[in-house]
C-alpha cells in the first residue's frame, strides 16, 4: 500500500488565508462605496476592489494547486519580535500624554531589550542607555532646530 | 547659452552652494524616512534671500544627492530612503547580506553621478523639442503608465506575479484610504479617525521596508550584514571596473530615466524599476537579478538620478512638476518671483543655463564626496552592534513618519502597516507592489475618474480607454511585462529539461 499523504505537498495555510483576506477586503469596500454620495469617488475603488478579488481568488487556486513549502513565518524568538512591536506601539499610545522623547524612549527600550541576545550586566546596560539617550537627543535636536519639526 | 553661463556657475559661492547641497542632501536621503522630496522642502527657506540661479543650484545639488543618498539604506537596511530607489533594494540588500555592501554604495555612486550627467545634457540640449511628447499624455495615458509601473513591479519583485498583482490592487486600496480628493468623500475608514488623514506614502513606505527587518533582525542573534575580516581596501576601483563593463547599461538606464522623468508624475520610482526591468531582460548569461546583481543597483541608481535633469525639463519648460521634489522648487521659483514657462529659455536664460551648469557641476562633486560619505556610512553601518542598531533605526522610523505632517495616527498606520508587510512578506507577496500603488493611486484614480467622466458623457467609454494609440502602446508593454517573465521561465525549465534529458 502506498502512502499517498507524503506525496501531496502540505497546503500552504498563510498564502490561502492572506489571499482569502484580501477577497474578504475587496467585498468590504464593496460594501463600503455603497455609502458615498459621490459617482467619482465610487468607480476607482469599486474597479480596485475587483481586481483585488480576482487576483486574489487566482491566488488561492494557483497556491492550491502548486503550494510553496518554503512559505511560512521561519524560525527566531517570537517575545523579541512582539516586544519590538508592541514597544513602538506602545509609545504612540503614550505620545500625547508623556510628550515625544519619554514616549520614544518606551520603543527605544523595547527595541534594546529585543535585538541584545548577549545577555545584559550592569556595564552594558549603562553603555546602552547612554548611547541611546545620546542618540534621541542628537535626533531630536536635528529634527527639531535645523529641520523646523515641530516635535510634541 | 555660451561660457559667461558657466563662469556664472563657476564663483565660489555657487561651488560652496553645490558642495553643501549635495552633502545635506546625501546625508538627509540616507536616513530613512527623510524623502528628497522632504530634503529639498526643508531647506527651501534658505534659499529666499538668494539669486535665483543660486537658490536652483543649491536646491538641484540637494535633489540630486537625496536620490543618490536614498541608495545608502536601500542598500545597508532594505529600506529605500527615497520611492525612487525601491529597486535598489532588489540586489543592493542582497549584496550587502553577502558582504559586498561596500562595492554596492561604490557602484550606486558611480551609477548615480553617471546618470545626472545625462539627465543633465538631456535638460541642456533637449528641453525644448521633448516636453512637447510630455504634453501628448492625457489622463488615460496616465492612467496606463500607473497599471504599466504595476505590472512591471509585480513582474519583477520577489514571489510570483499574482501575488504583485493582488499586493498591488492592495496597495492601490490604501491609497484610497481617507477624505477623496475629488467628492469629500470619507472612504474606508470604517469610522476609525486614524484613518482620515489618509495613509501617507512615505510613511508607509517606511513601515512595510523597515518594520520587517527590524522584526527579523531581533528575532535571531545572527549579524545583519556579512563583515568581512581582515580590513578590505575600499572597492572603487572595482566598483568602477564593473560600471566600465556594463556602460552600455549605464547608459540606457540613464536615457530611460532622463524620458520617464520627463513625464510628469512618473519620477525615479517607476524609471528606476523600468531600467531595472530592461537590464534584467538583457541579462548576460550567469547574472542572477534579484539575488546580489551589480548591473540591477547600476540601472536602477543611474536611472533614478538622470530623473533629476529629466525632470526639470517640463518644469522648466512648462511649469508642470516632473517629480514631486521638482514641485517644491517650482514653489520656490515662484516665490523668487521667476515665473517658468517656455519663455524662460529666451528672457530668463541666464537662470535656466547657470543652473544647467550649476547642476553639471553638482552631480560631478557627488562622486568624491559620495563616494567619501558612503565609505563612512557603510563602515558605520556593518559595525554597528543590532542592539544599538535596531532601536536607534526604530526611533528614526518613528521621527522620520512624526516629521513628515507631525501626526501620531501616521506613526501608528506606519508601525501596523509594516507588521502586516512583515506577515505578508513571509508568505511571498512583496512590499514594493503595495508601496507602489499608494504611489500611483491618486495618479491612476485621476486618471482613471477623468477618463470615466469623458467617455460616459461621449457614449464612448471602451473608445477613451482603449482607443488612443499611446494607451494603446503602453497596454501593450503591460502585457509584454506581465507575459514575458512566464515565457522565459518555462523556456529557462524546458533548456533545463533538455540538459538533464542530454546528460542522461
Known amino acids: 500500500m502506498t502512502d499517498t499523504s507524503s506525496k501531496s505537498a502540505p497546503k500552504d495555510i498563510g498564502t490561502l488565508l492572506i489571499a482569502s483576506l484580501f477577497i474578504g477586503l475587496g467585498l468590504v469596500t464593496l460594501q463600503d462605496v455603497s455609502t458615498y454620495s459621490d459617482t467619482d469617488s465610487v468607480v476607482f475603488p469599486t474597479t480596485v476592489a475587483y481586481a483585488l478579488i480576482g487576483c486574489s481568488a487566482m491566488v488561492i487556486l494557483a497556491s492550491w494547486l502548486r503550494p510553496n513549502p518554503d512559505n511560512g513565518f521561519g524560525g527566531g524568538d517570537w517575545w523579541r519580535r512582539i516586544l519590538l512591536v508592541a514597544s513602538m506601539i506602545a509609545g504612540c499610545l503614550v505620545m500625547p500624554l508623556a510628550g515625544f522623547l519619554p514616549a520614544t524612549a518606551i520603543a527605544f527600550a523595547g527595541g534594546l531589550i529585543a535585538a541584545r541576545h548577549e545577555g545584559w550586566d550592569l556595564k552594558s546596560a549603562f553603555v546602552f542607555a547612554l548611547s541611546g539617550i545620546f542618540i534621541m537627543a542628537a535626533f531630536y535636536a536635528l529634527f527639531r532646530y535645523p529641520l523646523g519639526v515641530p516635535l510634541p | ?504
Not at chain 2, 472612504?187 to 501617507?200: D, K, P
Not at chain 2, 512583496?430 to 499608494?438: F, T
Open chain 2, 1 to 504: 547659452m555660451d561660457f559667461e553661463h558657466l563662469a556664472n556657475a563657476l564663483t565660489l559661492t555657487n561651488l560652496a552652494l553645490a558642495l553643501f547641497g549635495v552633502v545635506a542632501g546625501t546625508i538627509i536621503g540616507s536616513i530613512p524616512g527623510l524623502s528628497a522630496t522632504m530634503a529639498v522642502a526643508v531647506l527651501v527657506p534658505i534659499t529666499f534671500s538668494m539669486e535665483p540661479a543660486s537658490a536652483l543650484i543649491l536646491l538641484g545639488a540637494i535633489y540630486t544627492g537625496a536620490i543618490y543618498g536614498g541608495a545608502y539604506s536601500a542598500i545597508l537596511l532594505n529600506t529605500p530612503g527615497t520611492p525612487s530607489a525601491i529597486a535598489t533594494t532588489f540586489d543592493g540588500y542582497p549584496m550587502a547580506k553577502r558582504g559586498d555592501g561596500d562595492l554596492a554604495v561604490a557602484i550606486a555612486c558611480y551609477a548615480s553621478v553617471f546618470g545626472g550627467l545625462v539627465g543633465a545634457l538631456a535638460l541642456l540640449l533637449l528641453a525644448p523639442p521633448l516636453s512637447s511628447v510630455a504634453l501628448a499624455f492625457g489622463p488615460v495615458e496616465y492612467l496606463w503608465l500607473s497599471v504599466f509601473g504595476l505590472s512591471l513591479i509585480a513582474s519583477l519583485s520577489t514571489g510570483n506575479v499574482l501575488k504583485g498583482l493582488a499586493g498591488g490592487a492592495f496597495g492601490l486600496l490604501l491609497s484610497c484610504v481617507g477624505v477623496a480628493e475629488i467628492s469629500a468623500d470619507i472612504r474606508l475608514t470604517f469610522g476609525s479617525s486614524t484613518m482620515i488623514g489618509g495613509i501617507e506614502v512615505v510613511g508607509a513606505l517606511i513601515g512595510l521596508y523597515c518594520i520587517p527587518v527590524l522584526i527579523d533582525m531581533v528575532a535571531t542573534p545572527e549579524r545583519h550584514l556579512k563583515v568581512e575580516e581582515g580590513g578590505r581596501a575600499v572597492r572603487f576601483r572595482e566598483g568602477a571596473a564593473i560600471a566600465w563593463k556594463s556602460r552600455f547599461n549605464l547608459l540606457r538606464s540613464s536615457i530611460i530615466g532622463t524620458v520617464i522623468g520627463i513625464l510628469p508624475g512618473a519620477g525615479g520610482s517607476v524609471a528606476g524599476l523600468v531600467a531595472y526591468s530592461e537590464a534584467k531582460r538583457t541579462a548576460r548569461p550567469g547574472q542572477k537579478f534579484g539575488e546580489g546583481e551589480p548591473d540591477g543597483v547600476m540601472a536602477t541608481e543611474a536611472a533614478n538620478n538622470a530623473t533629476v535633469g529629466g525632470g526639470f525639463i517640463p518644469t522648466l519648460v512648462l511649469g508642470i512638476p516632473g517629480t514631486p521634489p521638482d514641485a517644491v522648487i517650482l514653489g520656490a521659483l515662484l516665490v523668487q518671483g521667476v515665473r517658468t514657462g517656455p519663455t524662460l529659455f529666451e528672457g530668463g536664460g541666464s537662470i535656466v543655463y547657470t543652473f544647467v551648469f550649476g547642476l553639471f557641476i553638482a552631480t560631478i562633486l557627488m562622486l568624491p564626496t559620495g563616494l567619501l560619505i558612503g565609505r563612512y556610512a557603510y563602515k558605520t553601518i556593518v559595525t554597528i552592534p543590532k542592539t544599538i542598531l535596531v532601536p536607534a533605526v526604530g526611533f528614526m522610523t518613528i521621527i522620520g513618519t512624526f516629521a513628515i505632517r507631525n501626526s501620531i495616527s501616521d506613526v501608528m498606520i506606519m508601525i501596523v502597516l509594516g507588521t502586516v508587510g512583515w506577515v505578508l512578506s513571509r508568505f511571498g507577496f512583496a512590499a514594493s507592489p503595495i508601496v507602489l500603488g499608494l504611489i500611483l493611486g491618486p495618479i491612476a484614480e485621476q486618471g482613471f475618474v477623468q477618463a470615466w467622466i469623458i467617455g460616459d458623457a461621449t457614449g464612448n467609454l471602451a473608445g477613451m480607454f482603449f482607443g488612443r494609440p499611446i494607451s494603446l502602446a503602453i497596454i501593450a508593454f503591460t502585457i509584454l511585462s506581465l507575459v514575458y517573465p512566464v515565457i522565459q521561465g518555462r523556456r529557462a525549465r524546458r533548456l533545463i529539461k533538455t540538459e538533464a534529458g542530454a546528460n542522461d
